[in-house]
């Protein structure tokens, strides 16, 4: 698929009210400090009718007035701590064309033509870019690149909302909540958890592992998709009772369970290594008192579940499920407080830095696994006023083990999950990724 690249350009916020000063700048929160510093991708595909491109321009330019870090710079302040200096310099705007029809240009999969449909990633200075391009037979796909130091997929899911109320001309609601000063730390600090190794690590520390014949090259991203069908049967065989508590699992944790169990058996792990999912965990409705749904920028820790891997495939499923679930419980209110405190006060103190693990420089998460959960954010409530996109997904990101789920394009609660493994891998995964023994 040949793209052909037209105008690009750097777009500046229309402010209703007064704007800031270009002096102005919002200091990053402990919990933008400590998430993963790049650029991630989404793809967008439209069927015709699709509105014009200088109506996608004016609601983008109307929308970046409501979030105007979009629209400025990383940087630093005088005494060296990271910020958003609210400058309205913009952000970068491309136009491009295809010479084939949408349904001839197979995006429809996860591969590397994914990337031509939206900015490079890499060395970038603006917070946001936009790839408009255009197909023969009237369709159009967005590609949307957002900075993950400004906002986590909440927030950004709720600015591509209100990108498409403001094309469609109407006033954008719920409006942001914006104060990122509010996560402050006790007086004394509590540090009722261990997070020097789990959000934070000393530097230069990492961990290696040693693989056979494991080219980054070999990584290769397949799309699985769940029906409903298959949900409620694998809720059904997730949820007996375990131990002794008769627990149901939510359709996250019996996914999730499944996934495990089923890549560790395709990578073919010695039975005695441990392995480990890192999952995002939402502090809005956990933290006490609640942060309004509202709230733009990072707020999001992470539950890591570990086991054995002859464990995790001798057990039943619920095992799994179960570990999961503990995981995430215990990622409460108590929980966010310390990591408050203790990203206030040790950090810096200890010389630490955020313990990352799947940015631009790693690609190979083996024998962990990485879940990001899309399924409740609104990214299909984008509406130009043509009405919903007809695919929404992922961009390629070819980074081994590192799990996207998605709900399905078709929208009766289904889910589209993005797998990357290594090819060896991934050929018995697809034998056994539908398999409920």
């Given amino acids: 698929m040949k793209v052909n690249i037209g105008r690009s350009r750097l777009i500046k916020p229309i402010y209703q009210d007064n704007h800031p000063p270009k002096s102005h700048c919002i200091p990053l929160s402990v919990f933008d400090r400590v998430t993963y510093n790049q650029h991630l991708a989404v793809i967008y595909a439209y069927r015709p009718p699709t509105p014009p491109n200088i109506t996608l321009e004016l609601g983008l330019r109307t929308a970046l007035g409501v979030y105007p870090e979009w629209a400025g710079r990383l940087g630093k ?3 060296g701590n990271p910020i958003i200096l609210l400058n309205g310099e913009g952000i970068r705007f491309v136009e491009s064309s295809v010479d084939c029809a949408l349904d001839k240009a197979i995006i429809f999969k996860p591969s590397s033509s994914l990337l031509r449909l939206h900015p490079s990633l890499e060395d970038v200075v603006e917070l946001v870019q936009v790839q408009i391009t255009r197909f ?3 369709s159009m796909v967005v590609g949307f690149t957002a900075h993950h130091l400004v906002a986590d997929g909440n927030s950004t899911s709720s600015f591509l909302v209100a990108w498409g109320q403001a094309s469609r001309g109407l006033e954008i609601s719920p409006l942001p909540f914006r104060d990122r000063t509010i996560f402050n730390p ?3 600090p509590k540090f009722e958890f261990e997070h020097k190794g789990v959000e934070y690590v000393t530097k230069n520390l990492k961990q290696v592992y040693p693989l056979i014949n494991c080219n980054v090259d070999n990584i290769m991203v397949h799309k699985v998709h769940y029906s409903v ?5 694998l809720k059904a065989k997730t949820s007996p009772t375990y131990g002794n508590n008769n627990k149901t699992f939510s359709t996250f944790e019996s996914i999730v369970a499944h996934l495990w169990r089923a890549i560790n058996r395709a990578r073919g792990l010695n039975g005695y290594e441990t392995t480990r999912v890192r999952m995002s965990v939402d502090g809005r409705a956990r933290l006490n008192p609640k942060v309004p749904n509202e709230y ?27 570990l999961l679930h503990e995981a995430v419980v215990k990622i409460n209110d108590n929980y966010f407080k310390s990591f408050i405190d203790f990203a206030n006060h040790k950090v810096n103190e200890e010389d630490l ?8 420089q790693e690609s190979i998460l083996w024998p962990n696994l990485e879940v990001d959960s899309w399924l409740r954010f609104p990214f299909y409530d984008l509406d130009f006023g043509k009405g919903g996109p007809h695919i929404f997904m992922p961009s390629f990101f070819p980074t081994e083990g590192m799990i996207f789920l998605v709900p399905s394009f078709i929208g009766d609660g289904s889910i589209d999950v993005f797998v990357p493994l290594f090819q060896q891998s991934l050929t018995i995964f697809k034998q056994i990724c539908y398999s409920l023994d």
């Fill in 186 to 188: 006790r007086n004394p």
């Fill in 229 to 233: 069908d298959f949900l409620s049967n």
């Fill in 296 to 322: 733009f920028g990072n707020l999001v820790l992470w539950a890591f579940a570990s086991a054995k891997v002859n464990d995790l495939l001798t057990n039943p499923l619920p095992y799994a499920a179960s």
């Fill in 136 to 138: 023969t037979c009237g």
């Fill in 353 to 360: 830095v955020p313990n990352t693990t799947a940015d631009t």
């Fill in 77 to 79: 302040d005088s005494n």
